[in-house]
């Protein structure tokens, strides 16, 4: 038999080992016939929909959440079209597996689980022909790169290369929440070494074994990436993700107005956060312009709440410098305050004229905030006396204990609720079950990016928008306020429920790209029907036909 027909022969065992177009056990008797496949599945055909129920009985049968994410990823790994079916039908029940938080155990286990390549390594030994190693890149359709370095992830500190599954669960949550084609998605891991002796001496450890590259030699590398991703994959969005802060805030500042690009946990998590106060003012009747907010934790996502929370402000009319007042911020050296000796750049603007303090609830009886919000990584920050103190001075007090995953969270729900006598308007960044506290039961909110970004990056990329903009961040923070319902309000729950997240993202797109349409961001005209465009774009899990 000559080549050729081998090959055709052949056809359907490649399909077969193709997650993008393996059916499984669903390949119809057509399919089959047409792709020389019988013989080499079970006979008897499955619908996905019998499927789903199999693979839904496999994870709820694992011992723990850990042993229910590989068996996840070893699926996305063999049928995406059925993980993908999976997890948007099962949404609520999969996030906390292939995202936050169990996602921060499976990258603390990288070295030792790994079993298949998925996502793309940059190193510093590819430096001089990145662009040569992109071409390796499978798929020639990459519309949208989440690329971290591993430095910060989660709360979980620098993970170095072993950090690679955020971008790959990021990405995920793209198609999952917002229909970007699995195909269209790269995750990259940046690897420049990693300042984790621990993971230095693990002779299991995958990354670089070298100490982390800083200054010129990162960043020239960094450009080269970037170069090399522009040219390869033309239009397409780079998020910034988990790096540690020394790199973060320098990297949007110098890219935001050159590419198309944004960082998720300085501008998602402002997005999110702001669009949660929105919500809660609808509970408590208040206006954004009466808040006080007290932050715990001014890094990333501490300042880019506080950033997007000033836009907001100064979008209702307030100046920059009132707006920047409402801001309180408190860190490991105390309240952060002007008379400080040395403070980082992205800290300056919101060091304020009042005397220093080190005692956080000390800070919450001085400064009187209406909201205080974790972003520190700190389980256990917001105990009992801060949050009866918060009760004391407020009617309902906004407790949002955003770190991430679970284990950091500064308060759970059940403490928020209880310490409060059930007063508290609560959301964690990682989720917690509803509590029930007298005759009420509360839902807590979940207070994740999740609910930012796969819009963002959606409209974005439907509109061909050559950047990504502050003012697209704040109408996504204003649209989903809005799509919180008055069911969800009065369960004490600021954001809707997870049930509801690609009709979120898709309305979220919509507001993105017309603000790249009517800010001549893109060199297209905005189409007669937005909304159908979006709709149309977004990826469904359906099989193919082969026959
Ligand atoms: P970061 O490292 O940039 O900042 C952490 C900040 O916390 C720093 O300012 C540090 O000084 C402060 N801090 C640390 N220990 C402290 C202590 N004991 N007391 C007071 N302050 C302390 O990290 P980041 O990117 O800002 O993330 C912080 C946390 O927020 C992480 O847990 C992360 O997972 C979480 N996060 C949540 C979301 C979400 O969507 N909910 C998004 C982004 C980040």
Request: proline share 5%; hydrophobic share 40%.
């Amino acid at each position: 038999m000559n080549d050729e027909n081998l090959s055709t022969m052949h056809r359907g065992v490649k399909v077969l080992h193709d997650p993008i177009r393996n059916k499984g056990t669903a390949f119809t008797e057509a399919d089959r016939r047409a792709l020389n496949l019988t013989g080499l599945l079970p006979p008897r055909v499955h619908s996905a929909a019998e499927q789903e129920l199999r693979v839904l009985g496999n994870v709820r049968d694992k011992p723990t959440d850990l042993a229910r994410y590989l068996y996840l990823i070893s699926l996305q790994d063999r049928n995406e079209t059925l993980f993908y079916r999976v997890v948007m039908n099962n949404i609520e029940e999969m996030m906390p597996l292939i995202y936050t938080p169990t996602v921060g155990a499976a990258c603390q286990e990288f070295q030792h689980i790994y079993r298949r390549p998925r996502g793309f390594y940059v190193c510093s030994n590819n430096r001089g022909h990145i662009k040569k190693v992109l071409q390796n890149w499978p798929h020639k359709n990459a519309r949208i790169i989440v690329i971290t370095d591993g430095e910060r992830i989660l709360g979980l500190g620098d993970l170095g290369a072993d950090g690679m599954g955020i971008p790959i669960g990021k990405l995920s949550l793209y198609t999952a929440c917002a229909g970007i084609h699995p195909t269209e998605c790269l995750p990259v891991m940046f690897d420049v070494g990693t300042n984790n002796e621990e993971l230095l001496n693990d002779p299991l450890y995958n990354g670089l074994e070298q100490h982390r590259e800083r200054g010129e030699s990162f960043d020239s590398l960094l450009d080269e990436f970037i170069e090399a991703a522009r040219e390869t994959f033309p239009g397409v969005l780079i998020q910034f993700e988990d790096f540690g802060n020394i790199n973060a805030f320098r990297l949007l500042d110098k890219y935001r107005d050159k590419i198309c690009c944004f960082n998720d946990d300085i501008q998602g998590t402002g997005a999110v956060a702001l669009s949660g106060i929105i919500a809660a003012m609808r509970i408590t009747g208040e206006k954004l312009a009466d808040q006080r907010l007290l932050f715990l934790g001014a890094g990333e996502a501490g300042i880019g709440t506080a950033d997007t929370f000033v836009a907001a402000l100064v979008e209702e009319g307030m100046s920059v410098e009132d707006a920047r007042k409402r801001c309180c911020f408190f860190d490991t050296e105390g309240l952060l305050t002007s008379n400080r000796e040395r403070i980082a750049d992205h800290k300056q603007r919101f060091a304020r004229d009042i005397p220093p303090m080190n005692d956080f609830l000390e800070a919450v009886k001085t400064l009187k905030p209406t909201a205080i919000l974790g972003l520190s990584g700190q389980p256990g920050s917001f105990p009992k006396e801060v949050i009866e103190t918060m009760a004391k001075i407020n009617k309902r007090p906004i407790i949002f204990a955003l770190s991430n995953p679970t284990s950091k969270a500064e308060c759970t729900a059940e403490e928020a609720y209880r310490w409060s006598k059930g007063r508290a308007i609560f959301a964690s960044g990682s989720p917690f079950s509803e509590v029930k506290y007298g005759n009420k039961t509360h839902v807590p909110g979940q207070g994740n990016n999740v609910y930012i970004f796969p819009g963002v990056g959606l409209g974005a990329i439907v509109s061909g928008s050559r950047r990504v903009t502050n003012e697209m961040f704040l109408a996504a923070s204003h649209s989903l306020a809005k799509q919180v319902s008055e069911f969800d309000l009065e369960q004490g729950c600021v954001y809707p429920p997870l049930s509801r997240v690609r009709e979120v993202s898709a309305k979220i797109a919509y507001e993105v790209a017309m603000i790249a349409f009517n800010n001549g961001l893109t060199d297209r005209e905005a189409p007669e029907d937005l909304m159908a465009e979006i709709r149309e774009y977004m990826y469904q899990p359906v099989y193919p036909h082969y026959a």
